[in-house]
């Protein structure tokens, strides 16, 4: 497995798997954006996750303040529960610590169970929880680097 940024080729998959409703030139727009790593002058990154030349999702590690980033992963739904997700957030916050954060925080939907369990896996642990404006329940975890 790898994490890479996006290429051309991977309009089809995000096609495919999560933007239906976008044309090609959105996507190729929005591969452009991510491939920046930059985001209004704080560090991203906004990569593929890659298994034996597939993109099975995406993930992007962002910061958040000064001494934290916020993970965000997104696999897509044929290849859930295969460790994917696990391996690309082990890799982000590999990076996170190269760039001297000192944590990292992630939104998770309390009816979310999957994405719940996989951050409580990996170290992170609930802050707080709360309901925004449309009404939908969140965790807010937390992991120190």
């Known amino acids: 497995m790898i994490l890479r940024h996006f290429e051309v080729k991977d309009i089809k998959d995000l096609k495919k798997y999560r933007y239906a409703d976008k044309t090609d030139m959105q996507i190729l727009s929005m591969i452009d954006s991510w491939n920046k790593g930059d985001c209004s002058g704080r560090f991203s990154e906004f990569m593929s996750i890659v298994s034996g030349g597939q993109m099975v999702g995406q993930i992007v590690v962002s910061e958040y303040n000064d001494r934290a980033v916020n993970v965000g992963v997104f696999i897509f ?18 990076l996170a610590v190269e760039k001297k954060y000192e944590y990292a925080v992630f939104l998770v ?37």
């Open 77 to 94: 739904e044929p290849f859930r529960r295969n460790g994917y997700a696990y391996f690309g957030v082990k890799k982000v916050l590999e």
């Open 109 to 145: 939907e309390k009816n979310n169970r999957a994405a719940f369990e996989l951050f409580n896996k990996i170290g992170f642990t609930s802050k707080s929880e709360f309901i925004n404006p449309k009404g939908v329940a969140y965790y807010n975890l937390k992991k120190q680097l």
